[in-house]
């Protein structure tokens, strides 16, 4: 949270637990660690620079 507050300048921005609606796809969250094993897979993109983008894009 204090990232996202960081790298957006200020603002207010909306966080913590929303109500899941009766349609949505509930998230999942992958686990990387046996690809990085596996396959070698190494993320192109840091968290920093990632979340920042995700940031730019709702602006």
Not at 4 to 21: A, D, E, H, L, T
Not at 30 to 48: G, H, L, M, R, T
Request: aromatic share 14%.
């Amino acid at each position: 949270i204090e990232k996202v507050k960081k790298i957006s300048k200020g603002g207010y921005p909306q966080y913590g637990m929303f109500k899941q609606r009766k349609f949505e796809i509930p998230k999942l969250y992958p686990n990387v660690e046996k690809a990085k094993d596996k396959i070698n897979w190494k993320q192109k993109i840091s968290f920093e620079k990632g979340l920042r983008k995700t940031i730019d894009s709702y602006k």
